[in-house]
């Protein structure tokens, strides 16, 4: 039997404008569903590993219209648990050229916020199981979900289950005093850190001060000596930072650095992609998901970042939360075909 892979956290009903318009000119909202953990476990699934995500959803027709979009996609919801009364919800008005996107959070009191220690086995969720994935946002949502997060990390170690942490810091959701008070001692049970230029600061107040992503610049030498400190100073097995460059809301570039204890004794950089833009959001989860799935599958971790930069990458492509794309298909643009030629 295939171990399972766990990802933990919320999954939320996205109300986005049509095309480019703004929230105060938009007479409807396009809906679907997404979430950090709940897209990389979209993801995984897709990939073929098998996907389990685990959080709490309410028990009316919302909270079951996000469980049915998640089986859309072969997720596993044994753990599911259902409950609360409400789904949270963000808006999204995705920008263009010099306009940033904006996103609009409503998810106070969330049915996953609300969820009690006593509401998942964790014991139970992690047998059979050889990855747990979370990102900062889950700890974000409060206090009952920063327990979830401890208990759960402290049972996959008990348990050798490799854990991986996608830092993610949101500011709407909390200060950087705060973030680093949660963070810094989860990563006792983080194995594999993933972040960005921004979340390394923030997170866990570790900076690169010659570094400037509003203007489209990246000290690459700067950030190479950062996934060095986190390595040394949290003892992580691999640290993986993307690196985006926002020349404008429509146009970024795009790449990745790891560190690991194997091949990556040195800083590795992959290739970089110059992406026009579609929809960034969900690029991050991509990321994690593609290099969870390389380093369980590939023979080498440089294959495993070539792979996730390059996932990552098409996932910018494509409308939604989840990255839709086959393992063949990044495979493809790893080996160099990014001419967007048609396909007949």
Known sequence: MNKKVVTFGEIMLRLSTPGFSRFVQSQYFNATYGGGEANVAVSLANYGLNSYFVTKLPKHEIGQAALNHLRRYNIKDDYIVRGGDRIGIYFLETGASQRSSKVIYDRANAAISTAGTNEFNWGKIFANTNWFHWSGITPALGVNTQRLVFEACKVAKEMDVTVSCDLNFRNKLWTEKEAQSVMIPLMEYVDICIGN????????GIKNPKSNVLEGQLDEAGYAEITK????????????ITLRESFSASRNGWSAMLLDNKECKQVYQSKKYDIQIVDRVGGGDAFASALIY?????????DALEFAVAASC?????PGDFNLVTVEEVEKLVKGNGSGRVER
């Open 229 to 240: 400190i986190l390595k040394e100073q949290f003892a992580f097995q691999a640290v993986a």
């Open 314 to 318: 098409l996932k910018q492509t494509i």
């Open 294 to 302: 390389g380093i369980i599958k590939k023979s080498n971790t440089k």
């Open 197 to 204: 230029e921004e979340d390394a600061d923030k997170s866990l």
